[in-house]
């Protein structure tokens, strides 16, 4: 049977590795293999001073914190040791839910949330008679786990109860001069209605929250290429693009003016940014 000869690079890189191993004896190997790893140790912490802990980590010293805290947790009325109440999220983790979890987060509102049919939540109810839900518990714990060294971490809320940031669908960033000309919009005083007219010639009032939720939708599709704040103007902000009507803006329900006049008194009332000077 014909074999294909081994070709040169290998056979140098055998030599060389022989070469090696037989010149080193295996105190003298291992010592080179520990250096080598505290020389990459010492390199990447001279690069990277803190590596923030990955989505397992993080789950993994959740259930070692409950397992090493000091009460008794209750669940479906029924008092579970630390060790217990540890290794029942450990095997919810790993089981069919584990498909479900893919941050700590979701890890914690999955293994803290209310049983089914049961009266109270799952608690922890310290040494100290204090108890608490577990699942303040563990996004406190969470929200330390999260924090760099260098900043201070306070208690910190259930996120169910924190209102979540609105929405930005225009595209545009946050101190774009588009977005920030919807923004004059979207805070329009309680008196200022947007009038838009449909095909059959109905008229629909919007306060400025509403309609700026509207225009910010048309920005994303119809202006992702605009960046001027008149051509914005011009293009998006003066007529329906269903109907090619213009838009009107009704003021203490008496007088109506177009849109883009609306929009112009509106900007030049609010004192502007000084644009950067240009470098001769």
């Known amino acids: 049977m014909r074999t294909t000869p081994p070709r040169p690079q290998k056979v140098l890189a055998c030599l060389a590795l022989c070469g090696v191993a037989l010149a080193c004896s295996p105190g003298e190997f291992e010592g080179r293999v520990s250096q080598a790893k505290a020389d990459q140790a010492r390199l990447y912490d001279g690069q990277f001073p803190y590596r923030p802990p990955t989505e397992v980590e993080k789950i993994e010293r959740l259930i070692d914190f409950v397992r090493k805290s000091d009460g008794v947790y209750y669940r479906r009325q029924r008092a579970l040791t630390p060790g217990l109440a540890a290794a029942w999220m450990e095997r919810r983790y790993f089981t069919r839910w584990g498909r479900k979890i893919r941050t700590a987060s ?15 939540p799952f608690i922890f109810r310290a040494s100290n008679g204090q108890e608490t839900l577990v699942r303040t518990l ?17 208690t910190i809320m259930d996120p169910r109860d924190v209102p979540p940031p609105p929405p930005r669908q225009s595209g545009k960033a946050p101190t774009h001069p588009i977005e920030r000309t919807i923004e004059i919009i979207e805070g329009a ?10 095909r059959k010639g109905d008229e629909r009032l919007q306060t400025g929250a509403e309609f700026a939720t509207g225009l910010r939708r048309k920005t994303k599709w119809l202006g ?27 003021i203490d329900a008496q007088a109506r003016v177009p849109l883009n006049t609306w ?18």
Request: hydrophobic share 45%; proline share 7%; charged share 30%.
């Open 138 to 154: 563990l996004f406190e714990e969470l929200r330390r786990l999260e924090a760099t060294p260098d900043r201070v971490v306070d």
């Open 106 to 120: 979701r890890f914690v509102g999955i293994v803290s949330e209310r049983p089914l049919a049961a009266s109270r």
């Open 189 to 198: 005083a309680d008196g200022v209605l947007f009038v838009t007219t449909d």
């Open 224 to 250: 992702a290429d605009i960046s001027d704040v008149d051509e914005w103007i011009e293009k998006i902000a003066t007529r329906n693009f269903v109907s090619y009507q213009p838009l009107l803006v009704e």
């Open 263 to 280: 929009i112009r008194r509106a900007r030049a009332s609010v004192p502007q940014a000084p644009a950067a000077k240009r470098s001769p």
